[in-house]
């Protein structure tokens, strides 16, 4: 069942009334049964890999603890990993693998052996590579010790399969989550307050600007090849925004559905295209998957602490994994590793160049320009880059970036009303909640939303309630039937 679903709205009052009525022994049981069931909404088929999943890390966390030497404890650690990795490739990869495969093979003129059928059919199970990214940093948490192992199988369950994160994240750590397991909440008004806040405005993201920005976008991605100039910039940039509007508004929805239950989960956004930087975006963007990638892979590549072309090649390693597993395709890694290369780029800039110039007027210049140079020139960086996160192949990318740099030769006001002519109200409603989306995150700063509103005067919070709540019910958007981050 989506977040933005009729199911959605049935089961999580019902979940959430067992919850609470249930004593405080069975609370973990509650919650792993309708956790399940959640899961089963989609993929009834794929709960075995979830279980798996849940078993086979369970007691691989429980060996690696009992090792007594560090050999004792890489063995049951290793073979963790292996399954774990076995199970996302062999559904994620293998296609991928076997596609270029059959493309070297069919360039050097040789019969590929394996039929295509083999392998085109498989279908991603529903959230796996959240969960084995989750399960595999507490595999490495039990072997670092900085975690003790689980040994209450339910609530280990509970910590793999917890409903809220488990189709999209945030990917929890076990020093964060797994504590949060032995103690669990009974109903709070203002903790419920809290979370209906973040909810209503995940739904405000998700129904009245991702979706809607969703015709504008697939209209640019399908008519690829005809779109030129502004009408590719204009597109490229509307999808950036209507991914992170549909990917933080599912992460507020379950932030907030899990903060009303007493359960806390990481943050995943914060104020993303207020970045004045690419470092300083992804310190701000799918937080808990780049934190993820630093603890578990960027530190124990050595970090920044290694020689500055090593630091270089980890910067873009890194990247080049997240661009991975967010999709497998070369469009996709392409798009992630660009990113890197830039972020490697302005590395090298800034400790090799700007050490020497800093006392020069020219850099005094470039360094006192306002926020939203910085800010807007990142924006344009991301949306260059991103232009090849939505395509399925690179043939595609380029055709889009050669036809970035035609313009239409009657201007760009001609190529802007041919992208809106075919919904022009929609696109009004668009900009005003996007508009509106930002001035809200202007305001609030470093705070969360929920913070700044229950701090207002009564007339203001419930001002806020009506907007949004109205805003949600007359101009959302209920017939998509997909997040975007679902697919990976």
């Known amino acids: ?222 008519n690829y090849d005809k779109a030129t100039g502004w009408t590719v910039l204009l597109g490229a940039s509307l999808f950036v925004i209507q991914v992170y509007c549909d990917f933080s508004g599912y992460s507020d929805i379950a932030v907030g559905a899990s903060r009303i239950m007493g359960i806390k989960l990481l943050e995943n956004f914060k104020r993303p295209f207020f970045a004045k930087n690419l470092a300083d975006f992804w310190t701000r963007w799918h937080i808990s998957l780049s934190t993820w990638l630093t603890d578990y892979v960027f530190f124990y590549l050595g970090a920044y602490k290694a020689s500055g072309f090593k630091v270089v090649f980890n910067v873009i390693f890194v990247l080049t994994i997240c661009g991975l597993w967010h999709g497998a395709n070369w469009p996709m890694v392409l798009s992630f590793t660009t990113i890197g290369i830039m972020m490697a780029i302005r ?44 395509v399925k192949h690179m043939s595609e990318a380029v055709v889009m970036y050669k036809n970035l740099f035609k313009l239409n030769e009657a201007g760009w006001f001609h190529e802007f009303v041919n992208l809106v002519n075919f919904g022009v109200i929609n696109f009004v409603i668009a900009l005003v909640a996007m508009f509106i989306l930002f001035f809200i995150e202007y305001k609030t700063g470093d705070k969360y939303i929920e913070e700044v509103v229950l701090e207002k005067p009564t007339y203001f919070r419930w001002s806020f309630y009506v907007f949004m709540l109205l805003s949600v019910i007359w101009f959302g958007m209920f017939d998509s039937k997909i997040f975007v981050y679902f697919q990976f």
Request: aromatic share 20%.
């Open 1 to 222: 069942m989506l977040f933005n679903s009729l199911e959605f709205l049935l089961f999580f009052p019902v979940a959430l009334a067992v919850y609470f009525l249930s004593p405080q022994r069975y609370k973990w049981l509650v919650l792993v049964l309708t956790s399940f069931i959640f899961y089963m909404s989609y993929s009834p088929k794929y709960l075995i890999f979830l279980l798996i999943s849940i078993v086979s890390n369970f007691f691989a966390g429980i060996y690696i603890e009992k090792g007594e030497t560090k050999r004792d404890k890489k063995i049951p650690l290793i073979l963790n990993l292996a399954l774990n990795l076995l199970m996302l490739c062999a559904f994620k990869y293998l296609n991928f693998f076997d596609d270029n495969i059959r493309a070297v093979f069919e360039m050097i003129g040789l019969k590929y052996p394996v039929p295509e059928s083999w392998f085109n059919k498989i279908i991603l199970p529903v959230g796996i590579s959240f969960y084995t990214f989750h399960t595999i940093g507490y595999t490495l948490d039990v072997f670092k010790g900085v975690s003790k192992a689980e040994k209450h199988l339910g609530k280990f369950a509970l910590f793999t399969a917890y409903w809220p994160l488990l189709l999209a994240g945030p990917i929890e750590r076990s020093t964060t989550l797994l504590p949060q397991l032995t103690n669990f909440k009974n109903f709070d008004y203002q903790r419920t307050r809290e979370g209906m806040i973040r909810m209503l405005f995940g739904f405000f993201k998700k129904v009245v600007i991702a979706d809607r920005l969703a015709l504008y976008v697939d209209h640019l991605y399908t």
């Open 347 to 390: 590395y090298l800039w800034q400790y090799n160049v700007v050490k020497k110039i800093r006392p020069s007027n020219l850099y005094k210049l470039f360094d006192k320009l306002p926020d939203l140079f910085h800010v807007a020139i990142t924006f344009i960086i991301l949306v260059l880059g991103f232009m090849m996160f939505r």
